[in-house]
């Protein structure tokens, strides 16, 4: 069992930046494929971004096109830890912000577990 919580969230004006982190439970922690997903209000549910494990202490980062250039996932094994952190942000990004934890988290292929969720909003 894996609990993931999110923090980082907020108000933010367009053109700025935001971190989100996301604390995992659970010894396995860096075998692990972690995402980031988005729901804005009245929108499906969206990928983000992955870091995905590829054995050997690689891993490997992917991206949805809207974010690509902009936003930067990232992990500490030792913290048990994933970020996402968000630069030249835009009102369209305004979203609930998941983390997702899994044997493979991508656009296509959800993990088992998420998080709480938490709220970035960027005015313009």
């Known amino acids: 069992q894996v609990q993931l919580v999110e923090s980082g969230g907020g108000l933010v004006q367009a053109g700025g930046s935001l971190r989100l982190s996301c604390a995992a439970s659970g010894r396995t922690f860096s075998s692990y494929s972690m995402g980031w997903f988005r729901q804005a209000p009245g929108k499906e549910r969206q990928f983000v971004a992955g870091?995905?494990?590829?054995?050997?202490?690689?891993?490997?980062?992917h991206y949805a096109d809207f974010v690509k250039g902009r936003f930067t996932i990232s992990r500490d094994n030792a913290k048990n830890t994933v970020f996402l952190q968000m630069n030249s942000l835009k009102p369209e990004d305004t979203a609930v912000y998941y983390c997702?934890?899994?044997?493979?988290?991508?656009?296509?292929?959800?993990?088992?577990?998420w998080g709480q969720g938490t709220t970035v909003t960027v005015s313009s």
């Open positions: 870091i995905s494990w590829s054995g050997s202490s690689t891993y490997s980062m």
């Open positions: 997702n934890a899994g044997t493979r988290v991508s656009a296509v292929v959800v993990g088992t577990y």
